[in-house]
């Protein structure tokens, strides 16, 4: 057999050889939502840094929190949530937009996009839910909004509305119009997707774990899996509360130096507790 008949028969043998088995489902709609905010996270210059802060006196304050009162047990990602929103109200050009090119955007209020997972078309996604004006609210409010975006129902005023439900079945070069429109309009972009954004994947898995996300937001907080570490204090190594976290930023908008500085004074503020996380 020559060479050529030798490849023609293998292509053959490969043309005609029967799928493997398998189950074909359809694609959730709802994905395009994913697919959206990949293609937008990629046209932004993300830079990441990981920081590791020490959440041990702010996991035992928690926990004397939820046994002393059983109404009211606060989550370790609202706390979190709550001292990110509030070090960016420090210094907010952190959440800055451009408008046009020689002008930025420098939102007052901090809108936290966080992503909840819920089940959409019989299967769990994540979507996003706004908690608009998260600088002024107290753990509490931001803790039963996140309890209410994991329970309302969806289509209403919680996550997922009807109006985002139905824009994300549109085809998508009308989605890339609207995405269009918004790249260049910061008011409108705060308005349907937040001012920063979190997700929270660490109780999915144990050990040292965190996800770099693919972001369009200026600022993105990415809270990992907490772990078992060693510090040393007074010279004596001792086992600490460890909280695995990526800070994502548009480096068209915030350098290194203003990022670092605002990595450590997030991380200070973890390590101070509850106190200062129930401050408002």
């Not at 999915?204 to 993105?220: N, Y």
Request: glycine share 6%.
């Amino acid at each position: 057999m020559t060479h050529k008949a030798s490849l023609r028969k293998q292509f053959c043998d490969l043309w005609k050889q029967p799928q493997a088995p398998g189950q074909i489902t359809l694609y959730p709609r709802m994905r395009n939502a994913i697919l959206d905010i990949m293609a937008e996270g990629r046209r932004k210059n993300i830079i990441n840094l990981l920081i590791q802060p020490d959440v041990s006196l702010l996991c035992q304050e928690l926990e004397r929190l939820r046994s002393q009162n059983e109404s009211d047990k606060p989550t370790l990602t609202a706390c979190v949530a709550h001292v990110f929103a509030g070090c960016i109200d420090a210094d907010r050009s952190l959440q800055a937009y451009r408008l046009g090119r020689k002008k930025l955007v420098i939102f007052d209020e901090v809108d936290l996009a966080m992503m909840v997972e819920r089940e959409v078309e019989n299967q769990l996604l994540p979507v996003v839910y706004i908690i608009r004006g998260a600088n002024t609210k107290s753990l509490a409010e931001i803790d039963h909004s996140l309890r209410q975006a994991k329970t309302t129902p969806l289509g209403t005023h919680g996550p997922l509305s009807r109006l985002e439900y139905f824009f994300f079945t549109l085809p998508r070069f009308l989605r890339r119009l609207v995405w269009w429109y918004l790249r260049r309009d910061p008011y409108s972009f705060k308005q349907l997707a937040g001012t920063v954004g979190i997700t929270s994947m660490g109780m999915h898995t144990q050990g040292s774990a965190v996800v770099i996300p693919i972001t369009p937001m200026s600022l993105t907080l990415s809270i990992g899996s907490l772990e078992q570490g060693w510090q040393v204090i007074d010279g004596q190594p001792v086992q600490r509360q460890l909280l695995q976290c990526n800070i994502g930023a548009d480096h068209d908008v915030i350098d290194g130096a203003p990022l670092m500085r605002f990595a450590e004074r997030f991380r200070q503020a973890l390590e101070q507790g509850l106190p200062l996380c129930s401050s408002k």
